[in-house]
Structures are given as structure tokens and as C-alpha cells.
């Protein structure tokens, strides 16, 4: 499989639109600009193809994407995994607006009125799970 771009090692941290790009390569994997297009049409708002063809070629130059062009149809992939590129932009989140505190955060999370009773178990257990691992 010939790819024109390889994976970067330190990915450049997307923009709002092109983590919409990201989410969709992540979710449907290797894909064409027009499914990219299709999908960002039916999950987000109306976007041109033109506009997704020359974002996702900024993102190929910023080393965002890995391009197959060993077939007529070039597709794309995104070069970072998901859980490494959710974990920068989380990092730069909690330092920017709680000053580095997780914690400060987490309180701020369960304190949101939006928690359903599932999901404040579900951290429970995650906080639980990960006091007995130390």
C-alpha cells in the first residue's frame, strides 16, 4: 500500500472542523472525500466538498492525515490514533481553563446537572478500580 505522507510523531493539534474530519476517519476508517463530505453533511451542517477536498489537503500537509493514492480513488487516514489525540487536546483543556487540576475538573463534571446517576457510577467504579491498581 503506497501512502504519500507517513504518520507524523508529534500530531499537530486540530482545529474544531478538522477534529470533525478526524472523528469521521476514526469511526468509518479509511475513507474518500466524498464519504467524509456525506457524513459531515448528515452529522454536523452543510459543508461543500470543495471546502472537505482542500481541508482535508491542509490536513494532509500538516500531517493530520495519511493519503492512499495506490488506487484510482484516493482515501484518507487519520494519522493519530483517537485516544492519542482526544488525550492532547484534554491535556491542553485542563491546563488552560483549571490550571492543571483534573480534580478541579471532575468536580466541576459531577457538580453538572447533565450526570446522569449512570455515569456518576460509572466513575465511581473508575475511581474505585483505580485506587486498589496503587
Not at 504519500?4 to 478526524?22: A, H, N
Not at 471546502?51 to 495506490?70: G, P
Request: glycine residues 2%.
Amino acid at each position: 500500500m503506497k501512502k504519500s505522507e507517513q504518520k507524523g510523531k508529534d500530531p499537530v493539534e486540530p482545529t474544531k472542523s478538522e477534529l470533525e474530519i478526524l472523528q469521521v476517519l476514526w469511526e468509518y476508517g479509511e475513507s474518500t472525500v466524498r464519504l467524509v463530505n456525506d457524513k459531515l453533511n448528515e452529522q454536523k451542517r452543510e459543508v461543500n466538498y470543495t471546502t472537505t477536498l482542500k481541508q482535508m489537503q491542509v490536513m494532509l500537509e500538516k500531517k493530520l492525515l495519511i493519503r492512499n493514492d495506490s488506487q484510482m480513488k484516493h482515501t484518507y487516514n487519520a494519522a493519530a490514533e483517537e485516544s492519542k489525540t482526544k488525550n492532547i487536546l484534554l491535556n491542553r483543556f485542563i491546563e488552560t481553563m483549571y490550571k492543571g487540576s483534573a480534580s478541579s475538573l471532575l468536580i466541576q463534571l459531577l457538580g453538572n446537572k447533565k450526570t446522569s446517576k449512570k455515569e456518576i457510577e460509572a466513575m465511581k467504579n473508575l475511581l474505585k478500580d483505580m485506587d486498589q491498581s496503587k
